[in-house]
């Protein structure tokens, strides 16, 4: 199994930056796809962006141009940087992986086995 501890979240003024970090333990193949969620209050949890086993990077559309998800080599490094932060962006973000491909459907939350337990984002105006 891989354990997924996320850190980084905080408070910020709109239009300024947070960078999440996302640490990975346990087993951790080159073959995992991980992948960034949110979940705003009262809303349903949403994809935010995910790197795949090729590398592939997807992004929510709310969010391209704005932030920018990367992995560190071992892949045990999982980051999102958020820059220009609007309101809207406030939520508990969390780290997600799994084993299998995650491809097309990568921003369902079902596809995705193991969780980290969240950081807080809170972007005010």
């Known amino acids: 199994q891989v354990q997924l501890v996320e850190s980084g979240g905080g408070s910020v003024q709109a239009g300024g930056s947070l960078r999440l970090s996302c640490a990975a333990s346990g087993y951790v193949p080159s073959s995992i796809c991980m992948g960034w969620f949110r979940q705003a209050p009262g809303k349903e949890r949403e994809g935010v962006a995910s790197?795949?086993?090729?590398?592939?990077?997807r992004y929510a559309d709310s969010v391209k141009g704005r932030f920018t998800v990367s992995q560190d080599n071992s892949k045990t490094i999982l980051s999102l940087q958020m820059n220009s932060l609007k309101p809207e962006d406030t939520a508990m973000y969390y780290c997600a992986a799994t084993y299998l491909e995650c491809g097309a459907y990568w921003a369902a939350e079902s596809t995705f086995r193991y969780w980290g337990q969240g950081t807080q984002v809170t972007v005010s105006s």
């Open positions: 790197i795949d086993m090729d590398d592939n990077i």
